[in-house]
Nanobody
Framework: QVQLVESGGGLVQPGGSLRLSCAAS????????VGWFRQASGKEREGISC????????YYADSVKGRFTISGDNAKNTVYLQMNSLKPEDTAVYYC???????????????????WGQGTQVTVSS
C-alpha cells in the first residue's frame, strides 16, 4: 500500500525549530520528487520546498528560503524538512507529496504530485 506519513509537527515559540519527517511506504521515495506544501487557516495551499534527490536539485519558496532545509535519507525512505527561525506566519498544516522527478521543474503545482500525506500541524506562537 502506497502511503506517505508526516510527523514532527507541534507547538514552538517564535525563533524556534522543528524537523518534519515524511516517511514513505509501498514505494521508493528516492525515485520521486518530493515536495512540502502548507496551508494556513483561510489561505490557499502553498508549495514551499521540493527535492529531487536523483537529480540533486532543491527548491525553496522565497517565504522560507534561508530558514528551511529539505533533505532525504534513502536508507530510511524519508524526506525531512528542517525548519529554523520559525515565525508566527509559518503556522499551518504541512503536507508532503511525491510525484515524478520532473516536479522539481514546477514544484508548487499540487496537481503534478501523485501521493499525499495526511498533514501535520505546525503552530508558532508564544
Amino acid at each position: 500500500q502506497v502511503q506517505l506519513v508526516e510527523s514532527g509537527g507541534g507547538l514552538v515559540q517564535p525563533g524556534g525549530s522543528l524537523r518534519l519527517s515524511c516517511a514513505a511506504s509501498g514505494f521508493t521515495l528516492g525515485y520521486y520528487g518530493v515536495g512540502w506544501f502548507r496551508q494556513a487557516s483561510g489561505k490557499e495551499r502553498e508549495g514551499i520546498s521540493c527535492i529531487s534527490t536523483s537529480g540533486g536539485m532543491t527548491y525553496y519558496a522565497d517565504s522560507v528560503k534561508g530558514r528551511f532545509t529539505i533533505s532525504g535519507d534513502n536508507a530510511k525512505n524519508t524526506v525531512y524538512l528542517q525548519m529554523n527561525s520559525l515565525k508566527p506566519e509559518d503556522t499551518a498544516v504541512y503536507y508532503c507529496a511525491a510525484g515524478p522527478t520532473r516536479v522539481i521543474f514546477d514544484p508548487t503545482t499540487a496537481e503534478r504530485y501523485d501521493y499525499w500525506g495526511q498533514g501535520t500541524q505546525v503552530t508558532v506562537s508564544s
